[in-house]
T-cell receptor, first 114, second 113 residues
Framework: EAGVTQFPSHSVIEKGQTVTLRCDPI?????LYWYRRVMGKEIKFLLH????????ESGMPNNRFLAERTGGTYSTLKVQPAELEDSGVYFC????????????FGSGTQLSVL | AQSVTQLGSHVSVSEGALVLLRCNYS??????LFWYVQYPNQGLQLLLK??????LVKGINGFEAEFKKSETSFHLTKPSAHMSDAAEYFC???????????FGAGTRLTVKP
C-alpha cells in the first residue's frame, strides 16, 4: 500500500515568487492535514480537509496561503507571493477518521525562500 | 487548549543504555497523548499513543511511555538503545480530535557505538 507522498521534496525560490506543494494521501483516507515546521520548532497545524471540504483552516498564517483538495483526492498548498518567513518543512498527513486517529505522514517538502 | 513541552532538543546515549525522552503537556480536557518518530528522509510514524485505561503504554521497537496525570508527563523510555533508534522524536497532545493536536519541538536522539 502506498503511503502519503509529497512533491517536491525540496523547493528553493526567491521572495515574491509562487510555489505549489502537492500531497497525495493514502487511498481511501477522507481526512487530510497540512502542518508546518519552522526552524526546528514545533510542528504546527495549518488546516484540515474532510474529502474536498475545508473542515478547519484556523492554522493558516495569512491569505498568501491557499489550499485546495480537488475531488477529495490529492491536495495542493500554494504560497503566493512567498516571503522569507514561509521557509520551513511542510508536512501532509492523512487519516481515516479524525477523532484522534493515527496520522500517516508524508516525508515533507523543505521550502527555502531566499 | 493543548500544548506540549519536550525537555531537551538533543539527547545522546550509548548503545545499550537507557533512553529517556521527556514530555510534559498541558490540556484543558482529558488528553490523548502520542509519540511520533521521524527517521531521516521519512515522514513521522506513530510509536505509541495513550487514550484511556492503562497508564503504561507499549509501542513499537521496544519503546514505552507512562501517563502520569499528577505530573502532567508522558515520558518515552526504552531500556536498551540501538543504533537504529537514532531519529527525531515528537510528543503530541490532543483533545477531542486530530485538529486539536499540538506537537512539541522534537528531541533528536543520537546513539553512540
Amino acid at each position: 500500500e502506498a503511503g502519503v507522498t509529497q512533491f517536491p521534496s525540496h523547493s528553493v525560490i526567491e521572495k515574491g515568487q509562487t510555489v505549489t506543494l502537492r500531497c497525495d494521501p493514502i487511498s481511501g483516507h477522507d481526512n487530510l492535514y497540512w502542518y508546518r515546521r519552522v526552524m526546528g520548532k514545533e510542528i504546527k497545524f495549518l488546516l484540515h480537509f474532510v474529502k474536498e471540504s475545508k473542515q478547519d483552516e484556523s492554522g493558516m498564517p495569512n491569505n498568501r496561503f491557499l489550499a485546495e483538495r480537488t475531488g477529495g483526492t490529492y491536495s495542493t498548498l500554494k504560497v503566493q507571493p512567498a516571503e522569507l518567513e514561509d521557509s520551513g518543512v511542510y508536512f501532509c498527513a492523512s487519516s481515516q477518521g479524525w477523532a484522534n486517529e493515527k496520522l500517516f505522514f508524508g516525508s515533507g517538502t523543505q521550502l527555502s525562500v531566499l | 487548549a493543548q500544548s506540549v513541552t519536550q525537555l531537551g532538543s538533543h539527547v545522546s546515549v550509548s548503545e545499550g543504555a537507557l533512553v529517556l525522552l521527556r514530555c510534559n503537556y498541558s490540556s484543558s480536557v482529558p488528553p490523548y497523548l502520542f509519540w511520533y518518530v521521524q527517521y531521516p528522509n521519512q515522514g513521522l510514524q506513530l510509536l505509541l499513543k495513550y487514550t484511556t485505561g492503562a497508564t503504561l503504554v507499549k509501542g513499537i521497537n521496544g519503546f514505552e511511555a507512562e501517563f502520569k496525570k499528577s505530573e502532567t508527563s508522558f515520558h518515552l523510555t526504552k531500556p536498551s538503545a540501538h543504533m537504529s533508534d537514532a531519529a527525531e522524536y515528537f510528543c503530541a497532545v490532543s483533545g477531542y480530535n486530530n485538529n486539536d493536536m499540538r506537537f512539541g519541538a522534537g528531541t533528536r536522539l543520537t546513539v553512540k557505538p
